[in-house]
């Protein structure tokens, strides 16, 4: 089978998985997250063009905060990438990296290093959390889980397990940008990734000085 038709198919099946998302999770970023993967591949030659953008695609279709049945899911993915004849290897890859990737996988004791398709879909996933687009996923998934927008009395959490960064009982969408989003510039693995998380940085930096003005009722 061409890489092209494996595409395809991995493709076809995030269209079915998450074309419901309301939560910013949806195809919109999907499609950013494998733009900015096509992007990052241009100074990443040894990275498999196959397995990086296969990643990009499903990176979130096993993700815990977004399916109930996470077994289930992952079962999902490895039947659909023996339909679409990748072989065992490649298959481990893919599923190596989806498993390992996301910000609350770094809160657990068991993450597993990342090869370099996953170094390079982690920033691709990453960019599109900062900047502008960063704020507004950040303001419509807090919203969506009825979060409070701002309380001054809340202080962000630190040293967090995977457990206590899931729990949003107590969390407010401004602490969320101290919690996770403004430590994500310093994570990024590619040089490309880290100069352009820096411009990114600086748009919810002054986002967040700008709201917290605008909150104390300050000109």
Do not use: C
Not at 42 to 67: F, G, M, N, Q, R
Not at 196 to 216: L, P, T, Y
């Amino acid at each position: 089978m061409e890489t092209t038709e494996q595409l395809a198919l991995i493709q076809d099946y995030t269209v079915q998985q998450l074309s419901g998302d309301k939560s910013g999770h949806g195809l919109d970023h999907i499609h950013r997250v494998v733009t900015n993967v096509k992007m990052l591949l241009a100074d990443e030659p040894s990275a498999s063009y196959l397995i990086t953008l296969t990643a990009a695609y499903l990176h979130d279709v096993i993700d815990d905060k977004l399916v109930s049945d996470v077994e289930a899911a992952r079962q999902g993915v490895i039947e659909l990438l023996t339909q679409a004849a990748f072989s065992q290897p490649q298959i481990n890859t893919v599923m190596l990296i989806i498993d390992n990737m996301s910000f609350s996988k770094s809160l657990t004791t068991d993450r597993q290093p990342l090869p370099i398709e996953g170094l390079i879909v982690q920033d691709a996933d990453r960019l599109d959390a900062i900047g502008a687009i960063g704020i507004a996923r950040a303001i419509y998934y807090g919203g969506k889980h009825g979060e409070k927008i701002y309380d001054p009395t809340v202080k962000p959490r630190t040293s967090m397990t995977k457990a206590e960064y899931r729990n949003l009982a107590n969390e407010t969408i401004i602490n969320h940008f101290y919690e996770k989003l403004f430590k994500l510039a310093d994570q990024m693995n590619t040089p490309a990734a880290k100069r352009i998380a820096q411009a990114r940085q600086k748009v919810m930096s002054q986002f967040v000085n700008d709201f917290k003005s605008e909150w104390n009722g300050m000109a």
